[in-house]
């Protein structure tokens, strides 16, 4: 899969998503994230180019765009740029309805990693992801069409670096694009082909999975995601893949069914992810013991820092995560959702025992 045109040639992109990113102050190279420290651990470990697509989290495009907004720390807070660009694209009602994670729970949303790292210090990175959130709200069809474009530039990237590309849509938000369609013409798929060495497969409804399934098959692309929809919601596990991504449950310590939920998601064959408060060089445990309804699972431990390729874990395996800190947050509400590092920790529904 090599690209026919120069790596330094222009994107050629079509005339609706060139109009729609200016739009929004966005280019193709801003939509996917190569460079957060979740990405170049992935990328690092030479598995995988790791590309991640962060959008404001569950309700902070509203807090970003309401001057009323009280916050502890900057990028928690009212961004005047978000708002005067909500306002001149007239959507600035829907920004302040908009919640990016329908499935969080109080402790995840305070925990949340959009304000950890860079992002925790800076503007910046939060009025960027908010550039593409209300780009994706205002124009979802032709926003899809635009990852699209970006999903396969980062392609023909990896492809020039004889790696698959590992692509993660949901890195900071619970979108559902499992099943958001796009129309990907014909000249598109040509268009692709010609710039990025990339086959795709064009259709007038289509997701990113299906016009991404040469790729997929041949080992090309991995697709996957977190979620914290229970297994058989609507938006979740189930219909996630379903529709062709590999998809990891998140375990939410502070839902009051958090333990039976992941009894559904293993017994549906899926592997769970818990949030621990580890630091950077304490050791994951080896097994995780989950208990609910008088029913004990015991689960193989992974580390999940190590790298984001799920995708590469068996099912049924525990997901070590390690508590990274984020700045403003409240921290009585965050720990109600990061586990301690203990050995037995009693829930409202059940028991997680760590075993050394």
Known sequence: MQPLIANNAPHALPSDVTEHLAAFNLTLNSILTTSSA????????????????YALPHRALARAVNPATVATTAPRGYVAALRDLAERRGILGAAL????????TPGCAAACLAHSGHAALSVAPIACRGRRTLAMIADPVTYARAVAYAVAAQLARASRLGVPLAVRLCGTDETPWFRRTFPLSVADAERMRRRYGVTVSPGDHVTIADAFAPETANGSLFLYEYSKARADAADGLLA?????????ASFAADRSTACADAFAAIAAGFRVAFPLMLGKRDPIPSRVLLTYNGQTYAMPAVDGDATDARYADPHGVAVILREKRTRGADRATASRFLMPNAPLIRLSDGTVQLIP
Do not use: E, F, Q
Request: glycine share 10%; hydrophobic share 40%; proline share 3%.
């Open 240 to 248: 996630w893949r379903a529709a062709g991504w590999d998809i990891t």
């Open 97 to 104: 309805r908009y919640n990016g994670c329908p499935y969080a």
């Open 38 to 53: 979740k990405a170049l651990h992935t990328t690092a470990t030479g598995v995988a180019l790791s590309a991640m697509h």
